[in-house]
């Protein structure tokens, strides 16, 4: 058992998402996580959250404890960049960026 927990407890990390680009630009977003955890009836349970947020740039999310993270994120305007990366302690894992009016991307980090 305490082979499984470590090996579980091994798939989980922390992550960061920063939104950024032009200051000031709104964006709306839904970013969705993975946790996996021990559980000693079925060895493995994993949950599925999901967040919708929305805000301005600069912005910060904090992702504690997951085995995956994805984000969409969207301009809700048409000038401007939104850039937004996901990192896992300093090390950049994906990004995305765009400039389209309205535009839109998806990042993805998985542990591994």
Known sequence: MDMIKSTVAGLTVNYTIEVGGTEGLN??????????EYDPVNLVASNELSYDVSGS???????VNATSVSGMFQKKDEEGTLEVKILKGE???????TSDAWGAVLVTAVNQ
Not at 27 to 36: D, E, I, K, N, Q
């Open 27 to 36: 964006f709306s977003g839904r970013y969705v996580v993975l946790t996996t």
């Open 57 to 63: 740039v600069p912005a910060q999310y904090t992702v």
């Open 91 to 97: 090390e950049l894992i994906d990004s995305a960026n």
